[in-house]
């Protein structure tokens, strides 16, 4: 029903920025509410960001706000992760996510759909 990619992804030095995109491909793509999730090594997949499905409503982990945005444009099947002032505590596999019912769930249980993951590295 619907196939996510991620990019974007890369090595940055911290107080940089990095743009992620999820380009998705499905038939109902602008009914999602979408999110970004992150694992670090060692740790459990956590909730960064969502969005519900026209972009009217966002969700953040308390960790990323201010520094994080997230939007989409559904002309374009696509969701955005702007990352600004980051942290080495950033440095994670970051993964995005479709939810079909629109909860804009901070829990990963609430997702339909995942993408592979893009690696995200910020150094000291």
């Known amino acids: 029903q619907m196939t996510l990619v991620e990019s974007g992804g890369g090595l940055v030095q911290a107080g940089g920025s990095l743009r992620l995109t999820c380009a998705a491909s499905g038939r109902t793509f602008g009914s999602y509410a979408m999110g970004w999730f992150r694992q670090a090594p060692g740790k459990e997949r956590a909730f960064v960001a969502s969005?519900?499905?026209?972009?009217?409503?966002?969700y953040y982990a308390d960790s990323v706000k201010g520094r994080f945005t997230i939007s989409r444009d559904n002309a374009k099947n696509t969701v955005y992760l702007q990352m600004n002032s980051l942290k080495p505590e950033d440095t994670a596999i970051y993964y995005c996510?479709?939810?079909?019912?629109?909860?804009?769930?901070?829990?990963?249980?609430?997702?339909?759909?995942w993408g592979q993951g893009t690696q995200v590295t910020v150094s000291s």
């Open positions: 996510a479709a939810d079909r019912f629109g909860s804009r769930s901070q829990s990963a249980l609430a997702y339909d759909y």
């Open positions: 969005v519900n499905w026209n972009g009217g409503s966002k």
